[in-house]
């Protein structure tokens, strides 16, 4: 339920500005000012021989190896894609060119697809059962009851996460919670690219900006967790009696965040190099 209050709270504003977007990308790149560029566009792939070229502004639909699962919903702005063919992906999009912005109702719909995609139950298990093997988070205890605590914390984690990064603040900002793969260029050129995606967004108009909803939203989100449903007390080994001090701190709020910001970096060089590693396992197994 906090999950659910906690996105409602500002869906209203959000949709009061879906009306206000601009109708498309493109249109809005014609008043932009001249001493500003724009997020770096990927390069549209060469159509096969034989094959019409594409219009401009219209997403490839498949790559050179005929495959191209993060343009099958370029329809809707978003992909069909998933990371090592089972993590949701749907927020990237390769050879994309220019796409229109997604309202702030689309930006709601793509994180609620991949924040309760049933590939999540065994992620969150996986992670829960880690965290019960380490003895984390000591004020849940051992045995199944904990068991269950640290998967409903992780999956709580995690959904509230996903939501301040990936609707909220882009709602609220206007800025576009995609991630538009370079696709070309050396190793360290596009690692540093895909790095620096994490301090620098594309809005919803088409420019560059601090990436205001990767940074303060994750803020935000691990405060929320913190100082919310985490455990208050702990527990000494080998006692029963909890001892005063507690994980609800500034500190641990403060690494909450640097993790969940390390993961997205790490996340972010991933979906830059998927692409590239699904075609060449297509390509071994053909």
Known sequence: MLVFFLISIPAAFCAAQTATQPATWEASQSAQ???????????PAKPSAGQAAQPAGQSQTQDKNGDNPSASGASSGTSNDRLFFALPNF???????????????????????????????????????????????????QGWAAYAKR?????????????????????????????????????????EYAVSRIFVTRTDSGHSQFNYSEIVGAAVASAVSTYSYHPHPGYHPGQTAPYVASDRTWRNAASVWGSQVGYDTITLVVKEFWPDIRRRLKKQHQ
């Open 33 to 43: 000012s001249p001493g500003q560029t724009p997020e770096p566009t990927p390069l």
């Open 91 to 141: 927020l990237t999009l390769e050879n994309a060119g220019q796409v229109p912005p997604l309202t702030a109702g689309q930006k709601y719909k793509v994180v609620a697809r991949g924040s309760f995609d049933p590939i999540e139950i065994v992620w969150y298990g996986a992670l829960a059962s880690v965290c019960q093997a380490e003895d984390c988070e000591r004020g849940y205890g």
């Open 151 to 191: 998967y409903g914390t992780y999956a709580a984690d995690g959904t509230i996460e996903n939501f301040f990064v990936g609707a909220i603040f882009p709602s609220m900002l206007r800025q576009d919670p995609r991630y538009f793969q370079l696709g070309h260029g050396s190793f360290f050129g596009r690692t």
